[in-house]
């Protein structure tokens, strides 16, 4: 007999062997018949698998959010038997579940096309229409190979190959369709529903390899009904129309090309908001923390150092001097990252206890290679600019320096408008530098800060764990923010490390005259400036707040008498701080609205001959239809005073 235990803390016994489906059965006849898998011991599982003893066991229904991932992975072999159906010869290879859907990977002398989707959909609701049972199959390797070399599978044979050999081989059939596949499957297909749609082709080479053949990659979405599909469908398309490329270019802000692949192209309008971002973030730093600049390109002995050449060469980029040139042959490395420079300033000079905390910040360009086909835009780069610092203190001060930082965080992403805040503890991954226990002694730490956080913010911020993502050096927090969308961005981290002032002898004087080693403590609240642009160009779909807006008026005229006035309005504005151009060209009003509107400008002063005769002007928003016709003094008060930036805003508050 086996002991099965319910998720309601009830149990029962079974014979040995017996199915999740008859233990549904046993429990009731409409439970079996809703089911469609098994959580068993918190892992999905076929409702045809024997249940071991002492497990714990609760049923899925289709309705269920442990069944969207089922409902993805058996419409991604729905689309593989349609695709087959329709395009005999086709070869399949691998169709996994992925964030909000699926994909599979097919061989076709005919690469499929958009176009295809229409006929493939079809095929694939009928195929679900059939409503065929999935059925699970155990079969020798010699077998699988032989079956799928005569169906000219030869990605399957690979695929078998690849399978260790402790592992069994289980074969999925869904009516006279099957496939090589781990599981677990639904009944049937029928509970995949209608609520799916094909998305997109690209290409992929087989098992990420250049070197191997090119296969065709249809991606598809799936969920549970028609309404959620729909809401993923509007919200892909709010998304596309927040595109920070796109407004990149409508608003003139930056652009890429193949000669720099992965570093952006600043114009002058992006790399005024840019600076401007930048400027918010030295406000913030100005009273606690020193500004530094470590070199850009280092011996690579450095890096040997502080383990950055073991661990993570391969995304360095490197110089090597002309030996046939210069005196020396040596190795260079463009930085990735900022921390060993400022070890080598901490330690430039004898450092005392009552010297810490030192925090040393810069704003430092570094590079980091980055497959191409991983580019996207703003979003994901070779060369960034990283809001970084580090805290080198005494132990005693380190959960005090923690709670500094992550008030200051939390601050800067407030004045974003980003108050829907996660903050994780990402603990020590399976690489790793140090001994246990440093690491346990810096978990411990940022545990109790974890708990302190999450009971101070009264639960307006969660808080979690994402086991084994640590650095290689030490654990850390990874703070997350959701968009006005709804996306998630994973942004700041504040990290504890032993281990890289213990690797280059850093030390402090302490009371009692012996050398200590500090503990070291990175933070980045932005992390990439960049990347952190194109979230906040998406999270505001490029209506900037007035003090962050690349251009922040446009001074238009209805005729050209009133040109003189207008370069008299663009000198006052600027005078007053704002950053404003005037639109001179001949031509209508209503065309000139349209353009500044596309280029996403919050204001415009639009001006003719009565208000240069009044010396007014017209104050027209973004978005709205309205105009305001304010003396040019009071519009220069009032957009002066919007356009301060929150923490100037604070100070004068403050000050009042």
């Not at 992975?73 to 399949?92: I, K, R, S």
């Not at 859907?101 to 694939?124: H, L, V």
Request: with cysteine; net charge negative.
């Amino acid at each position: 007999m086996i002991n099965v235990t319910f998720s309601d803390g009830a149990s029962r016994q079974y014979e040995a062997g017996t199915t999740a489906a008859q233990i549904a059965g046993s429990i009731a006849k409409s439970l079996e018949k809703k089911s469609v898998a098994a959580l068993v011991n918190g892992r999905l599982a076929d409702l045809s698998d024997p249940v071991p003893d002492g497990a714990t066991v609760k049923f899925v229904t289709r309705d269920d959010p442990e069944a969207l991932e089922l409902i993805r992975h058996d419409a991604a072999h729905v689309l593989a038997e349609a695709v087959q159906e329709l395009y005999p010869g086709t070869q399949v290879t691998i169709g996994p579940v992925i964030e909000n859907g699926f994909y599979y990977d097919f061989q076709r002398d005919t690469p499929f096309t958009p176009e295809d989707f229409p006929a493939i959909e079809n095929k694939m609701r009928e195929i679900i229409a059939r409503d065929a049972k999935f059925t699970k199959e155990v079969w020798s390797r010699d077998q699988a190979k032989d079956v799928f070399r005569s169906k000219g599978e030869k990605f399957k044979v690979e695929l078998i190959d690849a399978i260790p050999e402790d592992q069994e081989l289980k074969i999925y059939r869904q009516g006279q369709w099957f496939d090589l596949c781990r599981g677990p499957h639904m009944t049937s297909t029928g509970k995949v529903g209608n609520a799916f749609k094909l998305m997109k082709v690209a290409g992929a080479y087989w098992r990420g390899d250049s070197n191997n053949p090119m296969l065709t990659r249809i991606y598809g979405t799936a969920w549970a009904n028609e309404k959620d599909l729909q809401a993923y469908l509007t919200a892909l398309e709010e998304a596309e129309k927040r595109d920070h490329r796109r407004l990149g270019r409508e608003m003139d802000l930056f652009h890429f090309q193949e000669e720099g692949p992965g570093v952006v192209f600043w114009h002058p309008k992006g790399w005024t908001m840019f600076q401007a971002l930048i400027a918010y973030m030295r406000r913030r730093l100005a009273q606690d923390y020193q500004e530094v600049n470590a070199p850009q390109m280092l011996d690579k002995v450095l890096w040997e150092t502080s383990g950055h050449w073991g661990w993570y060469r391969e995304n360095m980029f490197m110089a090597r001097s002309a030996g046939d040139e210069t005196e020396d042959d040596r190795i260079f490395a463009i930085k990735p990252m900022n921390c060993p420079g400022h070890i080598q300033i901490f330690k430039h000079g004898l450092k005392s206890y009552r010297d810490l905390p030192i925090r040393l910040a810069e704003f430092g360009a570094v590079h980091r290679y980055e497959p191409s086909g991983a580019l996207h835009g703003l979003m994901r780069v070779r060369g960034f600019t990283q809001d970084d610092a580090h805290i080198f203190c005494t132990e005693e001060q380190l959960a005090e320096e923690c709670l500094k930082i992550n008030e200051l965080i939390l601050s800067v992403y407030a004045d974003f408008g980003f108050e829907d805040v996660v903050v994780k503890l990402a603990t020590r991954p399976e690489k790793r530098v140090g001994t246990d226990q440093m690491w346990d002694h810096a978990e411990a730490v940022l545990s109790r800060l974890l708990e302190k956080i999450a009971a101070e913010s009264g639960g307006r911020i969660k808080t979690g764990i994402n086991p084994g993502e640590g650095t290689f050096y030490g654990p850390k927090f990874e703070y997350t923010l959701r968009d006005a969308i709804g996306r998630q961005w994973q942004c700041g981290t504040t990290q504890i490390d032993f281990n890289l002032p213990e690797r280059f002898g850093a030390f402090y004087v302490d009371a009692d005259g012996q050398k200590k080693m500090p503990v070291m403590v990175h933070r980045a609240i932005c992390g990439s400036m960049e990347r952190f642009t194109g979230i906040l160009i998406e999270h505001f779909a490029g209506h900037f707040p007035l003090w962050l807006a690349p251009l922040q008026v446009a001074v238009a005229t209805i005729v050209s008498d009133a040109d003189g006035y207008a370069d008299e309005v663009r000198a006052r504005l600027a005078l007053a701080g704002l950053r404003a151009e005037t639109d001179l060209r001949n031509e209508k009003i209503n065309y000139k609205v349209r353009e500044h509107s596309l280029a996403k400008v919050p204001v415009m002063l639009v001006i003719g001959k009565r208000e240069m005769e009044e010396g007014t002007v017209n104050v027209r928003r973004l978005g709205s239809q309205q105009q305001t016709s304010l003396k040019l003094a009071d519009a220069i008060a009032q957009l002066s005073a919007e356009a301060t930036p929150p923490d100037m805003l604070r100070a004068q508050k403050a000050a009042a």
